[in-house]
């Protein structure tokens, strides 16, 4: 959330509204919750909604930037191959073109252009690259075999089914097997689950603690052991001209996504408008924006809130006490990005050639992603590489603190510091570097997070005129996440009488 105006809000010194306007539905929240709502609503035939959107762009998590060469992501850059149960996801690939056929086909093709070009991922051990994520260069056959005994369990877990019949990890997660005896790893942590199954080879800990950090914000020992297995067993999209393990990219990360479903809310996103106040009354949601240095009251028969949850305590001062808790109840990851642009495509280091994804095996960064790897037909000379770090080593406060508070100088001298290990040109390449900090990035699945009450009060909370959308009803921020809370939110207004 941009600082400013979120500082704005905690001190709540808005000018009193001169204008009013009405609307049907007010979404509050142009990320890809936001945008879910909006989309499910227009494909209703709704045309009676806006979406306020506080930031100068909408997409929140999933923006990204555009420079002379190529557009690049600062947040959400991929999307895994969707499997059956995630039917938005497929409605939404087919509709912009880029799932080709029957949305429900068991392997649909997909339009080459979005499906990551190969090598998808290589990791930086010992002085040199790897190909794929986990290292297999210099490790014995114990380790090996262990390596093969993880894939083997996740496979398993990937079939396997609770007591009710459902998968034990669904994604969107809401699918997922309610079966106690699984649903009981949301008490430990997924470093504790990988020692009491004897995954204990350093290569595999240390693929399960790049996971946790790359989704999550979070090393392995800080994680639910449920969010860990979500993690590996969750996805079983198929394609039939792809492997199932190839993600869908662009250059901008997955701000083609968050284009293709604002285009059906048309001309009704209005950005630059912060939510600062909600009243819920017997007739209508009063609710205060801040447009420019003017307040606009909007008056809307139905709110959903998809902006992330710990906001909604500040702007609705009668929020119900056990909404208002379980609202506060979890903490967010904070998470630094930053761009790159290049001249030139940078000086390699040995052992396998540049992949999309580049992961750093022991560094405080997670590694880079680089914009033009899509671009096969025409690679232009630079680039641009997006730089990934949460900050999981300390507690979130700590972290937003040193976030905020290291200039940003500082940062992209460390930034360099750390990719001069693996590109020694590095400094004389980059002719720009943008810093992006994120204090409140994503909510953090901790042990007991997921399914001890809270979470569950946030994602089945409506009251008359006001339901929440918003990846923090699941615990977790994903893009299959996000659409899922919006598209139910839009739903849930579409039929309050059956939602009810
Ligand atoms: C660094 C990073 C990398 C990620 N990578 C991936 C990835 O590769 N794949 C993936 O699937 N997911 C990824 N994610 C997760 C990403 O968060 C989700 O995919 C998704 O974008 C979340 O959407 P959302 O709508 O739930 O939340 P948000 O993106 O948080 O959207 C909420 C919106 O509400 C707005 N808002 C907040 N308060 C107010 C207010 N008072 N008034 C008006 N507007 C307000 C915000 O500005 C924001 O635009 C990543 C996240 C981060 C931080």
New binding site residues.
């Given amino acids: 959330?941009?600082q400013e105006?979120?500082h704005r809000?905690r001190d709540g010194r808005f000018p009193a509204p001169s204008e009013v306007q009405k609307t049907g539905v007010l979404i509050?929240?142009?990320?890809?919750?936001?945008?879910?709502a909006a989309w499910q609503l227009a494909r209703s035939g709704r045309d009676d909604f806006l979406v306020?959107?506080?930031?100068s762009e909408?997409?929140?998590?999933?923006?990204a930037g555009l420079s002379p060469l190529v557009a690049y992501?600062?947040?959400?850059?991929?999307?895994?191959l969707p499997g059956r149960e995630s039917v938005h996801v497929r409605e939404l690939l087919s509709e912009l073109g880029v799932l080709q056929g029957d949305p429900a086909a068991p392997k649909p093709i997909y339009d080459e252009r979005y499906l990551c070009a190969t090598p998808q991922e290589r990791v930086y051990r010992n002085g040199l690259w790897d190909e794929g994520l986990l290292p297999q260069r210099g490790i014995d056959a114990g380790e090996r075999a262990q390596q093969r005994r993880f894939h083997e369990r996740m496979d398993a877990l990937k079939q396997a089914r609770g007591r009710d019949g459902r998968r034990l990890f669904a994604i969107p997660m809401a699918l997922s097997s309610r079966d106690p005896e699984w649903l009981a790893l949301d008490r430990i942590s997924f470093a504790r689950w990988l020692s009491d199954n004897g995954f204990t080879a350093p290569t595999l800990r240390w693929l399960a603690d790049y996971a946790c950090r790359?989704?999550y914000?979070m090393a392995c020992d800080q994680v639910s052991a449920w969010a860990g297995l979500h993690y590996f067993a969750c996805r079983n999209g198929e394609s039939a001209n792809a492997s199932g393990d190839t993600v869908l990219?662009a250059p901008e990360?997955?701000a083609w996504l968050?284009r293709g479903l604002a285009r059906k809310a048309g001309g009704r996103i209005l950005t630059g408008?912060?939510?600062?106040r909600i009243e819920e009354g017997k007739s209508a949601v009063s609710v205060d924006?801040l447009m420019g240095e003017k307040s606009v009251r909007f008056i809307a028969q139905q709110v959903i809130w998809?902006?992330?949850v710990f906001?909604l305590p500040?702007?609705w001062p009668a929020i119900p006490g056990d909404l208002k808790a379980a609202a506060l109840a979890g903490d967010y990851?904070p998470?630094l990005?930053a761009n790159l642009h290049l001249s030139a495509m940078p000086e390699e280091r040995y052992g396998a050639p540049a992949a999309w994804d580049n992961v750093f095996y022991d560094s405080p960064g997670l590694g880079y992603v680089t914009a033009t790897h899509q671009l096969i037909r025409r690679r232009p000379g630079g680039t641009v590489l997006t730089y990934?770090r949460?900050l999981h080593e300390l507690a979130p406060a700590d972290g937003r603190r040193l976030l905020m508070e290291t200039p940003r100088e500082a940062w992209a001298e460390g930034i360099l510091a750390e990719l001069e290990q693996v590109h020694p040109d590095i400094r004389q390449l980059t002719t720009r570097l943008d810093v992006f900090r994120?204090g409140?990035?994503?909510r953090r699945p901790v042990p007991g997070s997921l399914f001890s009450g809270q979470r569950e009060k946030l994602a089945g909370f409506q009251s008359a005129r006001l339901t929440l959308?918003?990846?923090?009803l699941s615990g977790f921020?994903?893009?299959?996440?996000?659409q899922y809370?919006?598209i139910l939110a839009a739903g849930r207004v579409l039929q309050p009488q059956v939602a009810r």
């Fill in positions: 959330m941009n105006l979120g809000l509050v929240g142009g990320g890809v919750s936001g945008l879910s306020l959107e506080m930031e909408f997409g929140g998590n999933s923006r992501p600062w947040g959400a850059h991929y999307l895994p790359d989704d914000g990219t990360g997955n968050v408008a912060l939510v600062w924006v998809a902006a992330p906001v500040r702007v990851a998470w990005t990934y949460a994120n409140h990035a994503m959308a918003h990846a923090d921020s994903l893009f299959e996440e996000a809370r919006g």
